[in-house]
């Protein structure tokens, strides 16, 4: 291996071995979702089975959607 190189190398394996270092050594502090992330998941389940729940129930929406036996057709102009 070329002396260049080999530096490089070692100068990688080094750095990755300190970024290890440093993170396990690192105290852990809770961060937003940490402290907040069950909240905002409950809160958006709640709003979003209150909207729905106003959708299905509220805006009087028709669900038999196949228009058989609703449609009547149209006599025909001679």
């Known amino acids: 291996m070329f002396p260049v190189a080999r530096a490089a190398l070692n100068l990688t394996a080094q750095g990755i071995r300190q970024t290890a270092v440093r993170h396990a050594h690192r105290k852990h502090e809770p961060d937003f979702h940490?402290?907040?992330?069950?909240?905002?998941?409950?809160?958006?389940?709640?709003?979003?089975?209150?909207?729905?729940g106003y959708v299905l129930t509220q805006l009087g929406i028709e669900w038999g959607l196949s228009p058989v036996?609703?449609?009547?057709?149209?006599?025909?102009r001679q």
């Open 34 to 52: 940490d402290k907040h992330g069950n909240l905002v998941l409950i809160g958006g389940a709640v709003v979003f089975t209150a909207v729905w």
């Open 69 to 76: 036996g609703r449609v009547t057709p149209k006599e025909w």
